[in-house]
């Protein structure tokens, strides 16, 4: 099964910029669309982005013009650029597939916005 490890998060203030990786163990990039995901705490994960293997992306309407979603395929990987921050934007990320059945969820990368 697949393993997916997300890193890059962590502690920056309101306007700040993070951006986060989700390494996959096999070429899965090409083959499914990706997405973003996140679990702010009390309550339910949403999904915050996605990008088609033909590179189209959606974004959420409370992100949009903030994250940037991308990815590698050589390198196995895909990003999610964070600008302009908010504490709203508090959560865990994972990354996964947008629809269908799940890969493994890895643990996460957590993000805190504050002051």
């Known amino acids: 099964q697949v393993q997916l490890v997300e890193s890059g998060g962590g502690l920056v203030q309101p306007g700040g910029s993070l951006r986060l990786s989700c390494a996959a163990s096999?070429?899965?990039?090409?083959?499914?669309?990706m997405g973003w995901y996140r679990q702010a705490p009390g309550k339910q994960r949403e999904l915050v982005t996605f990008?088609?293997?033909?590179?189209?992306?959606n974004y959420v309407d409370s992100v949009k013009g903030r994250f940037t979603i991308s990815r590698d395929n050589a390198k196995n990987t895909m990003y999610l650029q964070m600008n302009s921050l908010t504490p709203d934007d508090t959560a865990v990320y994972y990354c996964?597939?947008?629809?269908?059945?799940?890969?493994?969820w890895g643990q996460g990368t957590e993000v805190t916005v504050s002051s």
């Open positions: 096999e070429s899965i990039f090409s083959a499914y669309a």
């Open positions: 996964n597939k947008p629809t269908g059945a799940k890969l493994n």
């Open positions: 990008i088609t293997t033909d590179g189209r992306t």
